[in-house]
């Protein structure tokens, strides 16, 4: 790839990006083709937080009032009891019937909505954060939601999740913390609820916390509840919707879930996946990107079968649907509770990471290979906690990191670049190596021939790609990191508007395959000094690109390649790996003006004249390699 190619294609990028605007509807036009894209599904968000509103603010003073009043037993209309519901759930069958209520219960950071109907959480509003477009962040909605106990009493098999429940208040004080019991009695008389025997979903908040405690109670059940059960089955199925302004492709929404005293894994994230657990599990999460809903044992599960997939009856904004089937121990002989806890919250690492039980590994920081883990967990995320101390803006703290970075990674960039100084120092007499060899049988000849020069001149090709391989966990672990850091949700830096996501200057009309339908502006600026840094570094390994023109090609396609990856990723990425790139050419201009070629080119003809040194076992198995395929190496005069 000449100059001229290169111009070429500087050529051809100003062309698309000149069409682009040209082509780009006016401000009024592009207002028109947003609402007519975004319109139904807006729509359809305000609807439902409108509605979960409405539903909370109808039922506050319920709650204050079943707070200030004892329970009652409560009558039901025995009229719309079938014979078939009192054969179906025997002892439930009252609670077959009844109005669907939803119950608030609410702290610093968490806004319950708790429906009568199955006793279950139903919604879950994260109060200090919203959607990217400016919502209320609820994790899940109350349509899309089932959670019950599957229970074998009276010979008959008992779901949990249709019944209604009643809610007794424990404790609601002003601190933010509180509990809310939610009673499925069973049936005293014809008419009535027997409230002394029934099983008990107990939620509790703790304040300014995250987790909640939840403890299932069987109170008084002994005489319905067949004596020989050892497990309960628990159902829990979530369809998560869109939060984030785009939608990563390598962290996106699944099921993560722990093994009892062993690591974390979890399913695909981009396809549909489902795994049959069949050892003890500590703890379940039904993953967003930046948020989990995470279902723990105080003690262990049983075993579990899981399933994420993507629904194809559900519509934007919902991506993925979440179940699991859930065996619990359980001896009614032993124990009256099943202590469990909920967690609803960010995925922050330093977060998680207080409750000691692994949860901060659903964090993708590349915890399957171990050099990029210790990269983001000891060096980059301390650095990020530190600095955002300061109140700086994230821009600043990845400037900031890229500079530590490179400042650490100087040493090996300062022999990368002496070698390379080498590399172009021999480069003519490479060249006349080129053509005393010319011919293509000749090509074994012509190695062989140059690897002697650079033994005698105490050259070593690789010199320049070592450094680059030592960093290239490094290059990796932040593609890993930036994505996935809840640290850059929704951050703000100069035209872009959320640092986890794409920045886009320009909303194309039509959509380009591989690329998108709008322009990333950091992703440009990096695709541009990614080509000017291969340029650089070619011209400064000298003869290696004569070696390996297939190579070379690669280098220069490489950045085109990324240029439709990093389109659509989190634009703090691009912005990193810019800030690499122009950090790199000043440390390529000060070490150039440092290194005295001429110094080098005596050196190297030093060495020379030097007695040749004797042969490795490497040396020596490559020339027998080459005895084999015919050719015999040349004595030395």
């Not at 996946?273 to 379940?284: A, H, M, Q, S």
């Not at 990368?416 to 053509?435: F, N």
Request: aromatic content about 14%; glycine content about 6%; hydrophobic content about 40%.
């Amino acid at each position: 790839m000449d100059r001229n190619t290169i111009t070429g294609l500087v050529v051809i990028f100003a062309i698309l990006i000149g069409y682009s605007i040209w082509m780009t509807p006016s401000k009024e036009e592009k207002e028109v083709f947003r609402q007519q894209q975004d319109s139904i599904a807006q729509v359809k968000r305000v609807q439902d937080s409108l509605t979960l509103v409405r539903l909370i603010e109808q039922h506050r003073q319920d709650s204050i009032r079943i707070a200030n009043e004892p329970a009652q037993t409560t009558e039901t209309n025995t009229d719309e009891i079938t014979d078939v519901d009192r054969d179906k759930l025997g002892i439930f069958a009252h609670s077959s019937v009844g109005n669907e209520e939803l119950f608030v219960l609410e702290s610093e950071k968490l806004k319950l909505g708790i429906s009568s109907k199955g006793g279950k959480i139903v919604s879950v509003q994260l109060k200090e954060f919203q959607t990217y477009d400016t919502l209320p962040l609820n994790l899940f909605n109350p349509d899309k939601t089932y959670f019950g106990l599957t229970v074998f009493a009276s010979n008959r098999i008992i779901n949990t999740n249709e019944l209604f429940f009643q809610p007794v208040w424990i404790n609601n004080s002003t601190n933010g913390s509180g509990s809310l019991s939610m009673r499925l009695y069973t049936d005293a008389s014809e008419s009535g609820y027997d409230e002394e025997k029934y099983i008990e979903f107990l939620y509790t908040l703790k304040g300014d916390d995250y987790m909640m405690d939840f403890d299932i109670n069987f109170v008084g059940m002994d005489q319905f509840v067949d004596q020989g059960t050892n497990f309960i089955d628990l159902t829990w199925k979530t369809d998560l919707q869109q939060l984030e302004k785009s939608i990563d492709r390598f962290n996106g929404p699944t099921i993560y879930y722990k093994f009892y005293q062993d690591d974390v894994d979890y399913l695909s994230e981009t396809k549909d996946d489902e795994e049959d657990l069949t050892t003890r599990v500590k703890w379940i999460s039904h993953k967003h990107r930046f948020f989990s809903s995470t279902l723990i044992a105080k003690n262990h599960f049983q075993n579990a079968s899981i399933k994420a997939f993507t629904n194809e009856e559900l519509e934007y904004p919902y991506l993925r649907s979440m179940e699991s089937e859930i065996g619990i121990p359980f001896n009614l002989k032993e124990q009256k509770n099943i202590p469990l806890s909920f967690y609803f919250g960010p995925t922050k690492f330093k977060d998680l990471k207080k409750y000691k039980l692994d949860m901060e590994r659903q964090i993708p920081l590349g915890w399957s290979f171990f050099l990029m883990a210790w990269i983001n967990r000891y060096a980059v995320l301390p650095v990020f906690n530190y600095l955002e101390g300061f109140g700086w803006n994230y821009g600043i703290i990845i400037l900031v990191l890229t500079i530590l970075l490179k400042i650490a990674l100087f040493p090996i960039a300062y022999k990368s670049y002496k070698s390379s100084a080498k590399m172009r120092v021999l480069k003519p007499e490479i060249e006349e190596l080129g053509k005393k060899f010319p011919k293509k049988e000749d090509s074994m000849k012509k190695q062989q021939a140059t690897m002697a020069l650079y033994k005698q001149a105490g050259v070593n090709p690789m010199a320049g790609c070592v450094p680059m391989l030592l960093q290239f966990p490094i290059l990796i672990a932040m593609f890993r990191f930036f994505p996935a850091a809840f640290e850059l949700r929704q951050q703000s830096f100069l035209w872009a508007d959320d640092l986890s996501s794409y920045d886009s200057i320009l909303s194309l009309p039509f959509e380009i395959p591989f690329y998108g339908d709008h322009v990333s502006l950091f992703t440009l600026l990096m695709t541009v000094s990614t080509l000017i840094y291969t340029k650089m570094n070619q011209d400064m390994m000298g003869s290696a690109q004569t070696q390996m023109p297939g190579m070379k090609t690669m280098m220069y396609l490489m950045p085109i390649m990324f240029l439709g990856i990093f389109n659509n990723y989190a634009s703090g990425l691009s912005y990193y790996y810019f800030l690499a790139n122009v950090i790199t050419f000043s440390q390529m201009y000060l070490i150039r003006q440092t290194i005295d070629e001429g110094k080098i080119r005596k050196q190297i003809e030093i060495n020379k004249k030097k007695p040749a040194k004797k042969k490795s076992s490497w040396q020596g198995r490559l020339e027998a390699a080459a005895k084999q395929r015919g050719y015999k190496a040349p004595k030395k005069k």
